[in-house]
Each structure stands twice: as C-alpha cells, then as structure tokens.
C-alpha cells in the first residue's frame, strides 16, 4: 500500500513538472529548439498517468520526470 501511495505521489510531481514546464514554454522560458521533444514527452507522460499503478509504471514515471527536468532545467 505505501508503494502506490509513493506512486501516486511520483505521479502527481510529474504533473506538475510537466503543468510548470509548458507554463515556462509558453512564456519563452524554456528554449524553442526543445518544442519537439516536449511534446513527445508530454504525449509519453499523459499516457503514463493513464495507466493503472504497477513497478514497471514507477520506473517510467521516474524516467520521464528525469527526462523533463533535463530538457527545461529551471
């Protein structure tokens, strides 16, 4: 039970991450050269969030919240 309660709570920080980054994009703080890549990742993330909670789902979670982090490290 504590897994998915982490889980969930890795989820909802990639949210964010990912709700902060198109702000800053929006806003021209994010570089441009980065548009393509970020929307990939953000297709990948919000098809992670629909997924039911598993290892492998924490795993991804935790690539893409890497993944974001590096392409607008703010």
């Given at each position: 039970?504590?897994?998915?309660?982490?889980?969930t709570a890795?989820?909802h920080?990639?949210?964010?991450l990912?709700?902060?980054t198109?702000?800053?994009?929006?806003k021209?703080?994010?570089?441009?050269?980065?548009?393509?890549?970020?929307?990939?990742?953000?297709?990948e993330?919000?098809?992670?969030?629909?997924?039911?909670p598993?290892?492998?789902l924490?795993i991804?979670?935790?690539?893409?919240?890497g993944?974001?982090?590096?392409?607008?490290?703010h």
């Open positions: 039970m504590e897994a998915d309660a982490q889980l890795e989820m920080a990639l949210s964010e990912l709700g902060d198109r702000m800053r994009f929006h021209r703080q994010t570089p441009f050269a980065s548009s393509e890549r970020l929307m990939a990742l953000d297709g993330i919000n098809e992670a969030l629909s997924r039911p598993s290892p492998a924490q991804e979670v935790r690539r893409l919240a993944e974001l982090r590096a392409l607008d490290p």
